[in-house]
């Protein structure tokens, strides 16, 4: 299901991923992929190697060669079968997944990183995929999002300052569940080259950014549920409650195993998750029409009819 890149099989022994286009070196996965093996984390497909060139007189990273997952199945298929099913057992595990990716990321030396990002960027940046969401939002749901937008700024509002003492790490930046393989052995994540539909987003972010994207695929899922496998509305939301709160425990609890609970900032999840659906708002938009009734159906239950005021 990769959107932006293109990937090849090999014997069923390795995958090799083409970037599309080529990018600039220096790059960050390469760096990414070597400090987790280094920190003990093999929840994801085992690096092998990378192949870089010369394009237009400057270093490229062409591709990205990892080992085979046998039997894997992105979220976007295994996750709306959990969902279908109202199963939730599998966020326990995804939880600790994540908790586990953080605490590798957050041992990556910040002198290999950008400057961390500032209170008032982030809060820029999310004001503005409203505003852009709204622009590019038409008919019917546009006039049911304007509605709204006044209830969305107020949760936005928390990403300004960024409370003292909360951490910022080296984060995925594109963490939802389509990212996430369920495979023979259990599961792996995969795709470190960030958010490819954000242009220059920050890579030391709060680890409370990837999180929240990963919930709000956890609801996007329900919706895909309701659409494509005639789940009942109420049944899908219902689900999605119990695996993100499932989700969340099994994350808090990994990070308190560790002494590390305070890399997550729950303070900010909330306004990161409107951020986000503005930002699929966006996707939409621009690449894929059709995907629309996720972010919005996500959005409707977020903010029901009787509290628009």
Same mark, same amino acid.
């Given at each position: 299901?990769?959107?932006?890149? !293109?990937?090849?099989?090999?014997?069923?022994?390795?995958?090799?991923?083409?970037?599309?286009?080529?990018?600039?070196?220096?790059?960050?996965?390469?760096?990414?992929?070597?400090?987790?093996?280094?920190?003990?984390?093999?929840?994801?497909?085992?690096? !092998?190697?990378?192949?870089?060139?010369?394009?237009?007189?400057?270093?490229?990273?062409? @591709?990205?060669?990892?080992?085979?997952?046998?039997?894997?199945?992105?979220?976007?298929?295994?996750?709306?079968?959990?969902?279908?099913?109202?199963?939730? &057992?599998?966020?326990?595990?995804?939880?600790?997944?994540?908790?586990?990716?953080?605490?590798?990321?957050?041992?990556?030396?910040?002198? =290999?990183?950008? &400057?961390?990002?500032? #209170?008032?960027?982030?809060?820029?940046?999310?004001?503005?995929?409203?505003?852009?969401?709204?622009?590019?939002?038409?008919?019917?749901?546009?006039?049911?999002?304007?509605?709204?937008?006044?209830?969305?700024?107020?949760?936005?509002?928390?990403?300004?300052?960024?409370?003292?003492?909360?951490?910022?790490?080296?984060?995925? &930046?594109?963490?939802?569940? #389509?990212?996430?393989?369920?495979?023979?052995? &259990?599961?792996?994540?995969?795709?470190?080259? #960030?958010?490819? =539909?954000? @242009?220059?987003?920050?890579?030391?972010?709060?680890?409370?950014?990837?999180?929240?994207?990963?919930?709000?695929?956890?609801?996007?899922?329900?919706?895909?549920?309701?659409?494509?496998?005639? =789940?009942?509305?109420?049944? @899908?939301?219902?689900?999605?409650?119990?695996?993100?709160?499932?989700?969340?425990?099994?994350?808090?609890?990994?990070?308190?195993?560790?002494?590390?609970?305070?890399?997550?900032?729950?303070?900010?999840?909330?306004?990161?998750?409107?951020?986000?659906?503005?930002?699929?708002?966006? !996707?939409?938009?621009?690449?894929?029409?059709?995907?629309?009734?996720?972010?919005? #159906?996500?959005?409707?239950?977020? !903010?029901?009819?009787?509290?628009?005021?």
């Amino acid at each position: 299901m990769d959107q932006t890149n !293109y990937s090849v099989v090999v014997d069923e022994r390795v995958v090799v991923k083409w970037l599309t286009p080529p990018a600039p070196l220096p790059h960050p996965t390469p760096e990414i992929l070597a400090h987790l093996v280094e920190a003990g984390f093999n929840d994801t497909a085992p690096p !092998y190697a990378a192949l870089t060139g010369v394009v237009d007189g400057r270093e490229h990273l062409l @591709a990205l060669v990892t080992g085979y997952l046998p039997e894997a199945r992105d979220g976007w298929e295994w996750c709306v079968d959990e969902a279908e099913h109202g199963r939730t &057992g599998f966020a326990t595990e995804l939880g600790r997944l994540a908790a586990g990716l953080h605490l590798a990321l957050c041992t990556l030396p910040a002198s =290999t990183l950008p &400057g961390p990002v500032k #209170g008032e960027d982030l809060a820029v940046r999310a004001e503005s995929a409203l505003t852009e969401a709204l622009d590019l939002t038409d008919g019917a749901d546009g006039a049911w999002l304007a509605a709204r937008a006044g209830a969305m700024r107020r949760e936005l509002a928390a990403l300004e300052p960024v409370p003292a003492g909360s951490p910022l790490i080296r984060i995925h &930046g594109d963490l939802h569940v #389509g990212q996430i393989l369920r495979w023979r052995d &259990g599961y792996a994540v995969i795709d470190f080259d #960030g958010n490819p =539909t954000v @242009a220059d987003a920050a890579t030391y972010q709060p680890a409370a950014r990837d999180v929240a994207q990963l919930t709000t695929s956890l609801d996007h899922v329900a919706q895909v549920a309701i659409k494509r496998r005639s =789940t009942p509305p109420a049944r @899908a939301a219902a689900w999605a409650e119990r695996a993100r709160a499932t989700l969340l425990t099994a994350y808090r609890r990994r990070l308190a195993e560790e002494g590390r609970a305070d890399l997550l900032d729950e303070s900010l999840i909330r306004p990161f998750e409107v951020e986000q659906e503005c930002r699929e708002l966006i !996707y939409a938009a621009r690449h894929l029409p059709r995907w629309r009734y996720a972010p919005m #159906g996500v959005l409707r239950t977020w !903010y029901p009819e009787e509290n628009t005021a």
